[in-house]
């Protein structure tokens, strides 16, 4: 690992199944031991924001935003030179969750997007994909309860995630899965760490 080149780890999967809390979890181990870290995400708020749809609304220009706007988020975190530059990126969204969000809203709608517009936004992604150095990808699981304060489409949050598994898989990407269970999300940070820690050392 160079100052130029840190390490990046991303996460996606379907809302509401602890993709923010896990980079939080690995964001502060890393801190503890002095590796200096940044960490991308709200991604869907932001684009809110600016007006563009979300959820079961997402649309090819939106997913486009999306992915864009991480690729950058991305970049302009790895960028700070100097001694204390950044070893490790977190991404929250990894470029893949985009299209996988966009897939099952088209789904959702009972709609089909031009092949044209399909391909492009594949396209995008397929080109972030090498960029990470670990992927991880959550699970859903229905038995855990959402906070009262997230009124989800249950149908929608469930197609999300198994468009999320079913693109890992097609284009064999590297990744591992993270379940709701204590012990995965263990595993995760530990990997996580493990990795750092070993580029820290080279």
């Not at 966009?102 to 089909?112: D, G, L, M, V």
């Not at 594949?122 to 699970?139: E, G, I, M, N």
Request: aromatic share 4%.
């Amino acid at each position: 690992m160079t100052a130029t080149s840190p390490i990046r780890i991303g996460v996606m999967g379907t809302h509401s199944t602890g993709k923010t809390m896990l980079l939080k979890r690995i964001e502060m181990e890393l801190r503890g031991r002095g590796i200096p870290v940044a960490r991308t995400g709200r991604l869907g708020r932001r684009a809110a924001l600016v007006g563009l749809p979300k959820m079961q609304n997402h649309t090819a220009a939106s997913t486009e935003w999306v992915m864009a706007q991480g690729i950058a988020d991305e970049i302009a975190a790895a960028a700070p030179p100097g001694p204390d530059a950044v070893r490790v990126v977190l991404a929250d969204r990894a470029t893949w969750d985009a299209l996988a969000y966009f897939h099952a809203a088209q789904e959702w709608r009972q709609e089909h997007a031009h092949r044209l517009e399909r391909e492009r936004l594949r396209l995008l992604a397929s080109t972030q994909a090498p960029k990470y150095d670990l992927l991880f990808a959550t699970v859903l699981d229905s038995a855990v309860p959402l906070a009262p304060k997230h009124d989800y489409d249950t149908r929608y949050r469930t197609l999300v995630d198994r468009h999320t598994h079913a693109l890992l898989d097609e284009e064999e990407i590297p990744h591992e899965r993270v379940t709701s269970d204590a012990d995965s999300q263990a595993r995760a940070v530990e990997r996580a760490l493990e990795l750092c820690l070993k580029e820290a050392a080279i």
